[in-house]
C-alpha cells in the first residue's frame, strides 16, 4: 500500500472512531474536564477542526511557494487555535455539529493528500525557530495531519479512563 493511501486509511479509522465515541458518549462527558489542566473532549475536537485545515491550507501554500516557513502563522498562542479551545466558543457548539465538520476532515485531507506530487511532497519548507526546523511537506503532512489526529484519539481514551468512562 501506498503511503497515501495508508496516511487516508488512518485519518479515515482515526476519525470515524472519534465520531463513533461522540455518539456513545452523553452531553456531560463530552463537555466535563477531566483535570484542571486538561481539555475536555469537545475542546480536543474543536481543535481539530480548527487545526486540520489550518495545515491542509500551510501545506497548499508551502507547495505553492516554498520560501513560505514551516509553521508560520502558527505558534501555542495563536488566536485561532485558542478561540476554538475557549469557553466561549465551546459552549456554543453542539455536538452534532463537531461531529458534521469532523466528517468534513477526510474528504479535504484527501482532496490535497492526491493533489501531491512526488516533487511536492519532497518540497521543503524552512524555519529558522524551534522546533520548526527545515522540515519536508510529507514530514509536515505526516506529523500535523496524519500524527495529530492519532494523538488526538489518543487524548480522548485518556480522558475517558480519567472520567472513569467505559466505551
Not at 5 to 34: C, F, H, M
Not at 45 to 73: C, Q, R
Not at 94 to 103: G, Q
Not at 112 to 130: P, V
Request: with cysteine.
Amino acid at each position: 500500500m501506498n503511503i497515501k493511501k495508508k496516511w487516508l486509511q488512518s485519518v479515515n479509522g482515526d476519525i470515524q472512531e472519534i465520531v463513533d465515541l461522540l455518539q456513545e458518549l452523553d452531553e456531560e462527558t463530552i463537555r466535563a474536564y477531566p483535570k484542571p489542566e486538561q481539555w475536555s473532549i469537545m475542546q480536543i475536537t474543536s481543535h481539530l477542526n480548527e487545526a486540520i485545515p489550518f495545515w491542509i491550507k500551510h501545506i497548499e501554500d508551502v507547495v505553492k511557494d516554498p520560501s513560505v516557513k514551516w509553521g508560520e502563522g502558527r505558534s501555542f498562542f495563536d488566536n485561532s487555535r485558542l478561540y476554538a479551545i475557549s469557553d466561549k466558543h465551546i459552549s456554543c457548539l453542539t455536538v452534532n455539529v463537531v461531529m458534521k465538520n469532523l466528517k468534513k476532515l477526510p474528504p479535504a485531507i484527501e482532496k490535497i493528500l492526491f493533489s501531491l506530487n512526488y516533487t511536492d511532497l519532497n518540497t521543503t519548507a524552512k524555519s529558522d525557530k524551534l522546533p520548526f526546523k527545515d522540515k519536508t511537506v510529507k514530514y509536515i503532512f505526516k506529523k500535523e495531519v496524519v500524527n495529530h489526529i492519532k494523538g488526538h484519539v489518543y487524548q480522548i481514551k485518556r480522558n475517558l479512563v480519567t472520567l472513569d468512562k467505559i466505551v
